[in-house]
């Protein structure tokens, strides 16, 4: 009993040091985008097997970015205060188990492209590309947000032409509007790193330009989310369902805003978390609710 116990610990403990590497709670970021991107492709409920290999391809793509991330970054966490508790730092996962990670997620997502369409496994290098390289951005540039924003623009463009199969100008429209909340709430979080970033010659946009100036970009981004989104309904001739949530998404980025100043951080994490979790959850709801009103 004792065996089967400490074996069930270390499976418990494996799993929680995994959970912190890829931050399994902020999947509802990237999730709802790409599920949206779907219903709308489907225009009501994708197949099973489409909803499947959308998710499937969703886990694969996050977890390998996340993985790759943590690898490339690994010697700046050391140094950074808030991040040194991260799991490579600490020694608590190995090198070689993240590059497994790695490598297991993308062929996950390789399977995944395999069975959706061809035009979904076409665009997979480009994917790769992104979800490998936008981790290097900071060492070269302060537009590392915006590589972080391609990224997540991915989800609902993929999971429209997943259904579809085919090009469309709302996904993009979506992807937009992903792109800029992402990009937008990255520049807030990176605010608190500033002084450090300065220090270490790590490229950020708080970094060139100050903070103030930094929320100022943020704001002006998170407006263009609204903007966007609201075009994307209105391309698609959606209804009052879809344009509630884009209400409700207005609302819950100004309350994001409203929560932060560049002189007071502290509550970042309810600003960072749960405001943009509300986001994807609002969106894909609305969007749930207009494919089947």
């Known amino acids: ?60 793509a996050r977890t390998a970015g996340m993985s790759a991330n943590r690898l490339v970054d690994r010697e700046l966490d050391a140094q950074n205060p808030r991040t040194r508790d991260r799991a490579l730092p600490q020694g608590t996962l190995s090198v070689s188990t993240v590059r497994m990670t790695v490598a297991v997620s993308l062929g996950l997502l390789l399977l995944a492209a395999w069975n959706l369409n061809p035009l979904c496994l076409a665009l997979l290098p480009v994917a790769a590309v992104l979800l490998l390289g936008y981790s290097y951005l900071k060492r070269f540039t302060w537009a590392c947000h915006l590589g972080l924003g391609a990224v997540q623009a991915c989800a609902p463009l993929g999971g429209w032409l997943a259904v579809s199969g085919e090009w469309a100008f709302a996904p993009f429209l979506l992807g937009l509007a992903s792109f800029l909340w992402v990009a937008g709430f990255d520049i807030l979080y990176a605010c608190q790193d500033t002084e450090h970033d300065l220090r270490h010659d790590i490229r950020s946009l708080p970094a060139a330009l100050g903070k103030v100036r930094a929320f100022k970009v943020a704001r002006a981004f998170h407006c263009g989310t609204v903007v966007a989104l609201g075009l994307a309904g209105a391309s698609l001739a959606l209804g009052p369902a879809y344009f509630t949530g884009v209400g409700l998404i207005g609302a819950v980025l100004v309350w994001e805003h409203e929560l932060l100043r560049p002189d007071d951080l502290s509550r970042m994490p309810i600003a960072f978390f749960q405001a943009n979790a509300l986001v994807g959850l609002i969106l894909f709801a609305s969007v749930l609710l207009e494919v089947l009103l």
């Not at 089967?4 to 610990?9: A, F, G, K, V």
């Open 1 to 60: 009993m004792d065996a089967r116990r400490d074996t069930i610990q270390q499976a418990l403990s494996l799993w929680r040091r995994f959970v912190d590497l890829v931050r399994l709670e902020q999947t509802v970021f990237a999730l709802p985008f790409a599920y949206a991107g779907m219903l709308l492709a489907a225009d009501g409920l994708p197949t099973p097997a489409e909803g499947f290999w959308v998710t499937a391809a969703m886990v694969g």
